[in-house]
């Protein structure tokens, strides 16, 4: 089965900077890489999500980019804000989605005033 | 804006009573996941159905647990006898298969057995 594997799982980083978090999988059939917040006691909700065929996709401030040959991934957090403090999951899919998620072991990002 | 619906948001019971958590997917999706969060364990898949068929419930312990979908806008999670290493948070998420929609969570019901 599918194996993702997340770093760093913990972050520390002064306001305004950038964080990177970095995830590999192993299912090369994988092909839907979506990224969860999740603040303290509630859901996760997703923030950003990639497909195989995108190398790189961005939001705002928040951008995915994909190595498919590597089997890595990872998000990008520009000038961030005390908002942004929160677990982030990263997780991997076949079918676009449609099928189960395989999720990372989270990083809890701390953003320093 | 749609969501998933979860009840109950908090549940405590004594170790081996019965235990039902209900989830209503987003209208019109037809994909229904149940996860379970731990500290130890993180994120990880129970089951899941589309179309109210199970497709996947590899990760779920069939002397104990057991899922269904009684109709499109309800899904089960059932677990008995429960016993305290279930203490958990248990999300259900809903998707639309064919649409490549990212699922979406609940809220979660956090269950404490003492």
């Known amino acids: 089965g599918e194996n993702v594997e997340q770093h760093p799982s913990t972050l520390s980083v002064q306001e305004g900077d950038s964080a990177v978090i970095k995830c590999t999988y192993s299912d090369s059939a994988s092909n839907y890489f979506p990224w969860y917040k999740q603040e303290l006691g509630k859901r996760p909700q997703l923030i950003i999500d990639i497909r195989s065929n995108v190398g790189e996709k961005k939001d705002q401030r928040i951008a995915v980019t994909l190595n498919k040959t590597a089997k890595h991934f990872s998000l990008h957090i520009t000038e961030t804000q005390p908002e942004d403090s929160a677990v982030y999951f990263c997780?991997?899919?076949?079918?676009?989605?449609?099928?189960?998620?395989?999720f990372g072991t989270g990083t809890r990002l701390t953003i320093i005033p | 804006d749609a969501r998933v619906t979860q009840t109950p948001r908090h549940k405590v019971t004594e170790m081996g009573q019965e235990v039902t958590m209900r989830c209503q997917p987003i209208?019109?999706?037809?994909?229904v996941f149940w996860y379970r969060q731990t500290m130890m364990q993180g994120l990880e898949l129970l089951a899941y159905?589309?179309?109210?068929?199970?497709?996947?419930d590899s990760g779920m312990p069939k002397d104990r647990f057991s899922a269904e979908m009684p109709d499109a806008t309800l899904a089960t999670l059932k677990i008995q006898p429960s016993e305290p290493r279930d203490s958990a948070v248990y999300f259900c998420?809903?998707?639309?298969?064919?649409?490549?929609?990212?699922?979406?969570f609940g809220d979660g019901t956090r269950l404490s057995i003492l």
């Open positions: 998420a809903s998707g639309f298969a064919g649409g490549g929609r990212p699922q979406h």
């Open positions: 997780a991997a899919s076949r079918n676009f989605g449609n099928e189960k998620l395989t």
């Open positions: 159905f589309r179309n109210r068929a199970p497709l996947d």
């Open positions: 209208l019109g999706h037809n994909t």
